[in-house]
């Protein structure tokens, strides 16, 4: 008889920054007050389910700072999974407000002849297959841990898992995305097929801050 597991993908908290940078992969961006408090909320919502086995997250410092407060409740080490990394993006550094703006600005047009794909960074394809891998990996280890696994991702990588299992387009519109910062997006496997999937913002409380990014 196959396992059932539950592998949660926990969306980072809100990042510092003050000059609104399309940050992406750069280093140097880290949680704000507010991502900080989101990260410990989350943490004691999944805490409370008593049964978390396994604690991974992306390279990036804000998954990083994320898993903490996770991995205190609980006891675990974090594992560390390239896989969960933010999604590759060429506009990566730019400010998206309070200048020009991406679309406003020529020299950024070449980057979406193709939304599809998209054109402006890696592949949707690419993304899912990554992430869908890190997860299956998580549950793995999480069924020999007897309990469910947390992954601490990035909101694209997120969304992009979660339309593959659900059989969507992977091309979507971003400001239609359920993935709220801290938010918690749940695939229960049983063997290797996902036959749930469940959505959960525990920190839904706080208050909106400052960040932009995934």
Same mark, same amino acid.
């Given at each position: 008889?196959?396992?059932?597991?539950?592998?949660?993908?926990?969306?980072?908290?809100?990042?510092?920054?003050?000059?609104?940078?399309?940050?992406?992969?750069?280093?140097?961006?880290?949680?704000?007050?507010?991502?900080?408090?989101?990260?410990?909320?989350?943490?004691?919502?999944?805490?409370?389910?008593?049964?978390?086995?396994?604690?991974?997250?992306?390279?990036?410092?804000?998954?990083?700072?994320?898993?903490?407060?996770?991995?205190?409740?609980?006891?675990?080490?974090?594992?560390?999974?390239?896989?969960?990394?933010?999604?590759?993006?060429?506009?990566?550094?730019?400010?998206?407000?309070?200048?020009?703006?991406?679309?406003?600005?020529?020299?950024?047009?070449?980057?979406?002849?193709?939304?599809?794909?998209?054109?402006?960074?890696?592949?949707?394809?690419?993304?899912?297959?990554?992430?869908?891998?890190?997860?299956?990996?998580?549950?793995?280890?999480?069924?020999?841990?007897?309990?469910?696994?947390?992954?601490?991702?990035?909101?694209?990588?997120?969304?992009?898992?979660?339309?593959?299992?659900?059989?969507?387009?992977?091309?979507?519109?971003?400001?239609?995305?359920?993935?709220?910062?801290?938010?918690?997006?749940?695939?229960?496997?049983?063997?290797?097929?996902?036959?749930?999937?469940?959505?959960?913002?525990?920190?839904?409380?706080?208050? $909106?801050?400052?960040?932009?990014? $995934?």
């Amino acid at each position: 008889m196959s396992a059932v597991v539950t592998v949660h993908l926990l969306r980072h908290g809100e990042v510092h920054n003050p000059d609104r940078v399309l940050y992406g992969r750069l280093p140097g961006y880290r949680l704000s007050a507010l991502g900080e408090r989101q990260a410990a909320h989350a943490a004691t919502w999944l805490a409370a389910r008593g049964d978390i086995g396994y604690l991974v997250a992306s390279p990036l410092e804000r998954a990083q700072q994320t898993a903490a407060p996770l991995a205190a409740a609980t006891g675990l080490e974090i594992a560390t999974d390239d896989r969960l990394i933010e999604a590759g993006n060429e506009l990566e550094g730019r400010q998206v407000a309070g200048g020009k703006g991406l679309l406003s600005d020529p020299s950024n047009w070449k980057y979406f002849r193709n939304p599809l794909r998209p054109s402006w960074g890696e592949p949707y394809e690419q993304i899912a297959e990554r992430v869908l891998a890190a997860a299956h990996a998580a549950r793995d280890r999480a069924a020999k841990a007897g309990g469910a696994a947390v992954c601490v991702s990035h909101q694209l990588p997120i969304v992009t898992a979660r339309r593959r299992v659900e059989g969507q387009h992977l091309f979507h519109d971003p400001r239609k995305r359920q993935c709220a910062l801290a938010s918690v997006t749940s695939l229960t496997f049983d063997g290797d097929t996902v036959v749930r999937v469940d959505y959960a913002e525990p920190a839904a409380d706080l208050p $909106a801050g400052e960040g932009l990014g $995934a």
